[in-house]
């Protein structure tokens, strides 16, 4: 069963350093999102992409988060100058269509700053 | 107002057990429903879209009640390997889903 991948499984960075997240999405896939889950809290949505262009983005993707599809496979998630408080799971996820199409998960980078 | 509300439980239950979540969500525009369950820090992972007329896939049963804003799940004869936390996931109209924080379910020999 084809799978969204994400690399590297955990990222351990500095306070105020860049961080890069990637992601494989589903290969026929159209749509792609990033989430973030603080430990022992809920899954929340950062941003969706579409077509080349941010479609939907929330309150907390501000200007320190950026994504990118740099080529035809790869959707990476881009952290300017991280903060503690950035330390969470950041899952990829992607999704044939957008709306009531389900949407599939990437086993997830654990991102821990120091 | 939490979007998406779902009891946290733990929900203790024999195996051969009947199991039902319940979730409630406080936006009436909302558009797609789902289950998704989440074992301990891995990825969720799509259990089923919930329909209006109600679905099942297998053991599992999913009704969604628009009036009520109400979306429940009911596991029937359940396996140890359905130990893991079910999330109750709603799509408002655009692309964001809204997770509620999860329901734990404990499955015991």
């Known amino acids: 069963e084809p799978e969204v991948t994400q690399t590297p499984s955990h990222q351990v960075t500095q306070m105020g350093q860049e961080v890069i997240l990637r992601c494989v999405p589903i290969s026929n896939h159209l749509y792609f999102y990033w989430y973030r889950q603080i430990l022992g809290q809920k899954v929340e949505f950062l941003v969706s992409f579409y077509n080349n262009e941010i479609s939907e983005k929330s309150e907390i993707f501000d200007d320190q988060f950026s994504v990118e599809r740099p080529d035809g496979s790869n959707f990476t998630l881009k952290i300017r100058s991280t903060k503690l408080e950035d330390s969470a799971m950041y899952f990829c996820a992607s999704s044939l269509g957008g709306g009531d199409q389900p949407q599939h998960f990437g086993d997830g980078t654990r991102l821990s700053i120091l | ?109």
């Open chain 2, 1 to 109: 107002r939490k979007e998406v509300e779902q009891d946290p439980g733990p929900f203790n239950v024999p195996e051969g057990a009947t199991v039902a979540f319940n979730c409630t969500y406080s936006n009436s525009a909302s558009q797609s429903f789902f289950w998704y369950r989440q074992d301990c820090r891995k990825e969720p992972k799509l259990l089923m879209s919930v329909y209006s007329s109600g679905n099942e896939d297998g053991r599992f049963t999913a009704q969604l009640n628009r009036a009520s804003q109400y979306i429940s799940l009911l596991i029937r004869d359940s396996k140890l390997s359905d130990s893991a936390t079910y999330l109750c996931v709603v799509n408002l109209a655009g692309y964001a889903l809204n997770f509620g924080k999860g329901t734990s379910l404990l499955v015991t020999p």
